[in-house]
Every structure is written in structure tokens, then in C-alpha cells.
């Protein structure tokens, strides 16, 4: 017999916080567990295994979505992997893609910040800030 454990200790066990628990069972990353004759949820071994993957691949970055189909992936272990294979290379695209604009604003805010005035109406921090055509990238 598998051991149940109510939402307090699954929240301790996986790290995740009671109301996010809620939040993914109601957005169906979760399904909804069994309850006691008292209302209270119950969760398994294969629900706290979920909410550990979920955990961690929120961790990594991933989006709801594309962790609503990795989740889906794994329930067929005898799949190809060509699709969550996808799904990681997608995210690795985004996360370049955030670390070239990270990079560019870092960039922008050290030039910024290169003030060697004494007096705010000199200031290149509120310059810059005042008018964005003092920027070197139109968008950040």
C-alpha cells in the first residue's frame, strides 16, 4: 500500500509552497488528488515524483506549457525523445536569446553609470534615463 501524504507535507517534501501546489492542480499540471472525508488532499508517491519534476523544471526555466508537455512525454517512456528533445532545444533558443538582451542592457547601464559629474543636473544616469535616444539600443 502506498503511503498518502496531505498537502502540508507534500509542499515540505517537494519544496513547493502549499498555494502553488493549488495553483497546479488547478491549472491541471496536477491532477486532482483524493480527498479525505474531511476535504483534505491527499498526495502519492507518483504526484509528489510530479511535483518534483515540476519543480525542476521551473527551476531550469521552462514555461506551464512546455512543462504540461514534457509531462505528457513521460507518461509514454517507450516514445521517441525527438519531442521533448524540441522542447529543450526551443528553450535553450529563448535563453540565448534573454542572455544577448541581458547582455546588450548590461552593457548599456555600465555606460550609463560611467558618471563623473558631482551634481544630479550633469548627471548621465538621469540623462540617459530622461531621453531614450541617449541609448546605444532601441530596445531593452
Known amino acids: 500500500m502506498q503511503k498518502s501524504v496531505p498537502i502540508g507535507t507534500a509542499s515540505k517534501e517537494c519544496g513547493i509552497k502549499v498555494p502553488t501546489i493549488r495553483y497546479y492542480e488547478e491549472i491541471g499540471l496536477l ?8 476535504n483534505r488532499r491527499l498526495y502519492d508517491q507518483g504526484d509528489l515524483r510530479r511535483l518534483r519534476f515540476i519543480r525542476h ?3 531550469l526555466g521552462f514555461e506551464i506549457e512546455p512543462i504540461r508537455q514534457l509531462l505528457a512525454l513521460s507518461g509514454h517512456p517507450t516514445r521517441s525523445c525527438e519531442g521533448a528533445d524540441a522542447i529543450a532545444r526551443t528553450h535553450l533558443t529563448d535563453i540565448d536569446h534573454k542572455i ?3 547582455t546588450a542592457l548590461r552593457r548599456e547601464v555600465a555606460r550609463m553609470a560611467e558618471c563623473a559629474s558631482t551634481d544630479v543636473a550633469d548627471c548621465r544616469v538621469i540623462e540617459v534615463l530622461g531621453d531614450h535616444g541617449e541609448c546605444l539600443h532601441e530596445q531593452h
Open 31 to 38: 491532477p486532482s488528488p483524493p480527498r479525505t472525508e474531511g
Open 57 to 59: 523544471a521551473r527551476e
Open 100 to 102: 544577448a538582451r541581458l
